[in-house]
């Protein structure tokens, strides 16, 4: 069973650009949620998404956005890029039926310079 | 506000030896607990759980401890073993209001020395 796939690995920007980075979630798993890893701040929640509904947002700026497509399928979009934003991205997904123990993504590095 | 805080950024054993691994909540309405452990470039790895109902959790050589009243947990591996040295975060969550945030500490990296 494929796990949790994100895409791309790494990604360099330079501010003020948008980026977009996708995950494809582990097959039957409808909720997808994602997170940013910074070595200040840890582990911090973005969004969670099911059924392409967003159910729950972190405290992040309305720079940051995401969606989910009909096959669970989400992608997140940062735009006007900061230098405070170069982190790792990481997306979970999990199945309805688990209560939890949400698989997680290798994630996306991005370096914003 | 840090809500859950993993006090110990480091910590060394002997292979053999017991970690423990300790992790310290401020928000009541967390019911619901998880150990990830994290190698570098690789996303979280799922390893145990608890819920809030109960105070102890067994998988193998992996133990948590959940201590409400202090509203500390813990993570014990027993032997530790060099393939445990890793990152191992802390997470919560209060899924009895609906959240399915996880609220993670900033983790400890265990050093397993042969």
């Known amino acids: 069973k494929a796990g949790v796939t994100q895409t791309p690995r790494y990604l360099i920007k330079t501010r003020g650009q948008q980026v977009t980075l996708s995950c494809s979630p582990i097959?039957?798993?409808?909720?997808v949620s994602w997170y940013q890893q910074t070595p200040g701040q840890g582990l911090q929640f973005l969004f969670e998404y099911f059924s392409e509904t967003q159910r729950n947002k972190g405290n992040f700026p309305g720079r940051f956005s995401g969606r989910q497509f009909s096959n669970s399928r989400s992608e997140m979009n940062v735009s006007t890029l900061e230098l405070g934003d170069s982190a790792l991205y990481l997306c979970?997904?999990?199945?309805?039926?688990?209560?939890?123990?949400?698989?997680f993504g290798s994630g996306t590095r991005l370096t914003v310079v | 506000d840090q809500q859950v805080k993993q006090n110990s950024p480091s910590l060394s054993v002997q292979e053999g030896r017991i970690s423990i691994l300790n992790c310290d909540y401020t928000n009541s309405m967390f019911d619901y607990f998880l150990w990830y452990k994290k190698y570098p470039a690789e996303g979280p790895t799922f390893l145990i759980s608890?819920?809030?109902?109960?105070d102890k959790n067994e998988d193998g050589r992996f133990t948590v401890f959940l201590n409400k009243s202090a509203k500390h947990l813990s993570l014990h591996i027993v032997p530790s073993q060099p393939g445990d040295s890793a990152v191992y975060f802390c997470?919560?969550?209060?899924?009895?209001?609906?959240?399915?945030?996880?609220?993670f500490g900033k983790g400890t990296k265990l050093t397993v020395n042969p």
């Open positions: 979970a997904s999990r199945s309805d039926t688990t209560e939890y123990g949400y698989t």
């Open positions: 997470a919560a969550s209060a899924k009895r209001s609906g959240s399915e945030k996880l609220v």
């Open positions: 608890i819920s809030s109902i109960k």
């Open positions: 097959s039957g798993h409808r909720s």
